[in-house]
């Protein structure tokens, strides 16, 4: 009869001649990364717009004696921005065992979606035209943003950008509404005055205008809302301006980081164009490579004779 101690013993060397055989004959997939450098990718803006609810909070500075408006300062949270980027226009494998990381930069960005949700302080100074219902001058600001990118393979990567705001190739306009019509869904136009009396921070919200004045309806019951938020607001009609800066976005799988910039132009009645610029971008991937199988090793002297020797006395007994 075998003892219980050489078969407890002969079960822990075939465990471990199993893992070692294992360990030695198969490759194991391992945690790897590729990265790739100077990407570079361009693409077009398809909407700049504010949506029920984003906030606008201006600072008018005038001249004391006439009245005139010198300089305003716009605090806007909530500006959307949206594009789609096209066909990548460079890039570099980092390195000797970054092979495919250009290809997976390209899946990655290549015809992407791209949104902005972003908070923003800008400054419209060098006034050169005003009346009751716009003013026009030049813009110089930073802002930071919310940045989503949504890859053709379904990948979405989120991040963050930081830009400075100024103006291009024209002044800004800037007009001033009560809000939104519900029924039309068009801008309620109101008076430079009226954007100069709203003290305090705005909501853009839905408005329909009365022989008493503006009434502000609540988008979910549809019925006059008495405590609301919304009010006059100041929004651009006639935007030019380059935002330039820094971006970083990142899913599970992959990170990517350069430099950014957009420039908007719009202009009445609402048509816009611009273009979205990638530069300098940098990208970190993770793979799956398999290793190469270990070669086995020689076997350790050891005293397996003089155990098997005690473990037969054992079983004498």
Known sequence: MLGK???????????????????L?????????VKAKKIEIDGGIGLVTLDLGSTVKTKFRTDKESGAIKSVEIKTDGELIFGQLGAM???????????????L????????????????????SNIVYQDANVVVGTLKGSLKADLTVSSLTGEVLTGKANLRIKSST?????????GIDPTSQLPVPATIQDCQDAKGKKELGLVVLTPL??????PVTQLPDLDSKAGPILVPVDLHVLDTGTFNVKSASTKIKGKI????????????????????????????KPEKPEKPGKPKKGNDDDDDEEEEDEDDD
């Open 213 to 218: 004045g503006p009434i502000y309806i609540d």
């Open 261 to 288: 910039a957009v420039s908007v132009d719009t202009a009445p009645p609402g048509t816009q164009q611009g273009v979205i610029s990638i530069t300098k971008a940098e990208a970190t991937f993770a793979v799956e």
């Open 170 to 178: 024209a002044p800004t306009t800037y007009t001033c509404i009560h």
């Open 5 to 23: 101690k050489y078969l407890y013993k002969r079960s822990v060397m075939i465990a471990i001649a199993v893992v070692a055989l294992m360990t």
């Open 89 to 103: 226009l460079g890039c570099e494998e980092k390195g000797k065992r970054s092979e495919g990381a250009c290809l």
């Open 25 to 33: 004959t198969a490759g194991v997939a391992a945690a790897a990364s």
């Open 105 to 124: 930069a390209s899946d990655a960005l290549s015809g992407a979606g791209i949104a902005s949700s972003h908070k923003s302080t800008a400054k419209l």
